[in-house]
């Protein structure tokens, strides 16, 4: 009877260190895995905003092209041609009279 309570002791110890060192590995992953889960939150947060700048920029770029368009669209008027004719050539009309101021 002595025996078999022995065996029965060392069984229960040998039973608590087994589901302690269960218990431990199971504690272990769960930290491991929340580590994890904050890295990822982390590169989520860097990923969106990262976006953001990029949405800002797209946006930025389309109000350039259509400043571009808009100007495209301004350079080929008559008024346009003729100032620059003017201004940046010295091109006059035919019947036109040039007054020049002495310095």
């Keep these: 009877m002595a025996r078999q309570r022995k065996a029965a002791y060392r069984k229960r110890t040998q039973n608590r260190f087994s589901m302690f060192l269960v218990s431990l590995l199971v504690v272990l992953i769960l930290v491991l895995v929340q580590m994890g889960s904050l890295n990822l939150k982390n590169k989520i947060d860097v990923k969106n905003a990262e ?15 259509e400043e571009i368009a808009k100007f495209g669209k301004q ?23 040039l007054f020049k101021q002495k310095n």
């Design 51 to 65: 976006a953001a700048a990029l949405d800002l920029q797209i946006e930025a770029e389309n109000q350039r092209g």
């Design 75 to 97: 350079v080929q008027t008559k008024g346009y041609i003729e100032n620059v004719a003017r201004e940046k050539l010295g091109l006059v009309y035919e019947d036109e009279i």
